[in-house]
């Protein structure tokens, strides 16, 4: 039987959500945890991979078992406490079989969270004092509905056959007096991407590049032409989407 487990998680302990050979990560803690529930070995899949540090209020991955469970939400409840206070199980739902947590995601979306001011919430945020122009970053947000490679927001020497991605949503908004959302949405994202525009972006907010400039960085398809990466402890994985028909079983 397949599953798809849906969690969420502090990474700021973590080496980000792939297994790795000199760090823990999230996907190692999962996959411990569920081999010693249920007494075989377990390999959970990931809809992504975000980066050490980088957090998820809502990650999903898929698991096999030879055994269905009778109770995924009460297994649900038994794996929390398996999992430190930093990784949360929020269900564990039936898929069909052929269903997969990365490849039949139909849109993932990210937010990333500036602030302007001293917070006690800042581990979750990046402190930004500087003045930003959010009018002007969002009509370079804009523009990145115009194309679908995205080389210059890459991670360079990374296994992908394609720097493609269909971007549908891009949008900075005001949460609080000192606190700015900027949340984006794409068929799929490359590694380090989303930290790479917002780096672009605030280049843009504070008079660095114009627009014109920034259109000029993501044609030009090199990731040295762009911005230097934001830290990784203000960005979420917010929500990923499938088919309905992943659930008719």
Sequence with gaps: MRYFIYLSYDG??????????????????????LSTLLREPIEVTGAGRTDAGVNASLMVAHFDTEAPLNSPSAWAGRLNKFLPRDIAIHKI???????HARFSATSRTYHYYIITEKSPF?????????????????????????YIDFTSFSKLHTDVKTN???????KWEQV?????????????????????????????GRGVLTIEQF???IEKKDRCSA????????????????PDNLFDL
């Design 227 to 242: 911005g230097t990466s934001v830290p990784g402890n203000a960005l979420f994985l917010a929500d990923i989407t499938y």
């Design 12 to 33: 700021a302990h973590y080496h980000g959500w792939q297994v790795q050979p000199n760090g823990i990560s999230v996907q190692e803690v999962l996959n411990k945890a």
């Design 215 to 217: 259109r000029t960085i």
């Design 176 to 204: 609080s007096p000192i606190k700015w959302e900027f949340t984006i949405t794409a068929d799929r994202f490359l590694r380090n991407m989303v930290r790479a525009i917002v780096g672009t972006l605030l280049d843009v």
């Design 122 to 146: 800042e581990p979750y945020a990046y402190r930004y004092p500087l003045p930003l122009d959010f009018d002007k970053m969002n009509e370079a947000a804009q523009t990145l509905f115009d």
């Design 93 to 99: 739902i039936p898929v069909i079989p052929d269903a």
């Design 164 to 170: 493609n991605c269909r971007i549908m949503y891009a």
